[in-house]
């Protein structure tokens, strides 16, 4: 079992800046960018792959994904087998 393993919440009824911003609270130590309604989710998915606990995992990247939805569900089950 990981000493620290990673978490991803379930994204489905959330919009980005909700599901994002629990994700900002979970790895508060890592000082990810707090979205708005202007960040751009692709850029922001970039930050969240580049902390630590996800870098040796094999997560996918947001660039092959058009909605951040789609992205963070793939992300979730990459990370929590199992959850959806």
Known sequence: MAL????VYDPRYHNFESW??????AYA???LE???????????ADGLK???VFTNE????A??????QLWAEALMN???PGTI
Request: aromatic share 10%; glycine share 4%; with cysteine.
């Open 4 to 7: 620290n393993p990673a978490l």
């Open 20 to 25: 994002a911003s629990l994700m900002c609270e």
């Open 29 to 31: 130590p890592q000082q």
């Open 34 to 44: 707090i979205p708005t309604a202007t960040t751009d989710w692709k850029l922001w």
């Open 50 to 52: 580049a902390i630590d």
């Open 58 to 61: 094999a997560i996918p990247g």
């Open 63 to 68: 660039q092959g994904f058009n909605d951040w």
């Open 78 to 80: 990459a990370v929590n």
